[in-house]
């Protein structure tokens, strides 16, 4: 049984936050922008952002579209990560919770920060780059709420399940993919097809056992492989993800690949570890 446990926490004390970074409309939080209802909201839906002012709007509107036609409470927050451009003018013009970071710390502070921040009983991560459909946005969301009926505390919308009809990622990180998934099926014995998927739901419970410490990509191995560890139940349902139009993505295949294989190894492990201590506990009572 998940027992929430996640107490209120200073921004500040993120690590790679230093003092200063953090600059929120008022100096707090404007609970009117993030939060559409006064109790907590089911979802709450986190987007980082770093320099994608040509789609955030449309993103934020897509999303906007499907919780409402669903009937969820939800709240929206944009984590404006250091970005140049427009992001942050364009996220307040939808009337959404926006944070803004005056540096850029990366995504998994980014998220670590809105997890932090966030209000509802479960927890919606998406890209702000325009790459999620909005029809995979509502099976996500759908697939989770109401035909869960295996009870799985997180779902992941999988680029790999089939075949895109989008050439939405390089050769590279297609290689880079098959060596993360076969490494978490060789330590796990789980087939996770999609660790590093950004589109995924999850209830909020798991982070109160999840102690996560990434800066970057490698946030959502991360938080994948020490859930698998600790024996939570992981489904995934295939999407189509299209191709980045604007902009260009911060990834570095050689770089990045080699921190996201280290955290998958030292996350699943740290997870089991935690598992056995749980396990122990119980029978000392």
Do not use: W
């Not at 952002?49 to 579209?65: F, G, M």
């Not at 902009?247 to 996350?267: A, P, V």
Request: proline share 1%; with cysteine; charged share 25%.
């Amino acid at each position: 049984m998940l027992k929430n446990t996640l107490g209120i926490k200073e921004v500040n004390k993120i690590k790679g936050n230093k003092k200063g970074l953090l600059l929120e409309e008022g100096g707090k939080r404007n609970k009117s922008k993030i939060a559409n209802i006064e109790e907590s909201p089911e979802l709450s839906i986190i987007i980082p952002a770093y320099n994608e002012e040509k789609t955030i709007s449309s993103i934020i509107t897509a999303i906007k579209s499907v919780v409402i036609s669903q009937g969820i409470s939800h709240e929206i927050i944009v984590i404006n990560d250091g970005s140049t451009d427009l992001t942050e003018k364009k996220a307040r013009e939808t009337e959404v919770g926006v944070i803004n970071l005056i540096n850029n710390v990366g995504k998994g502070n980014a998220l670590r920060i809105g997890f932090i921040r966030s209000l509802g009983n479960n927890v919606m991560t998406v890209d702000a780059d325009g790459s999620h459909h909005e029809d995979d946005i509502k099976r996500l969301i759908m697939t989770f709420f109401q035909n869960n009926q295996n009870k799985c505390q997180m779902l992941i919308g999988s680029r790999f399940i089939k075949k895109s009809k989008y050439q939405f990622t390089s050769s590279m990180n297609i290689v880079g993919n098959k060596i993360f998934k076969y490494l978490l099926l060789l330590i796990s014995g789980v087939y996770i097809t999609d660790s590093q998927s950004g589109l995924r739901i999850f209830d909020k419970r798991l982070l109160s056992f999840i102690n996560s410490s990434s800066n970057g990509y490698e946030i959502e191995s991360e938080l994948t492989a020490e859930a698998l560890g600790m024996g939570f139940h992981i489904n995934e349902i295939a999407i189509n993800c299209k191709p980045r139009v604007h902009g260009i993505s911060h990834l570095n295949s050689f770089r990045d690949g080699f921190k996201i294989i280290k955290t998958i190894i030292y996350s699943y492990f740290l997870g089991r570890k935690k598992l056995i201590l749980i396990q122990n506990n119980r029978n000392s009572l």
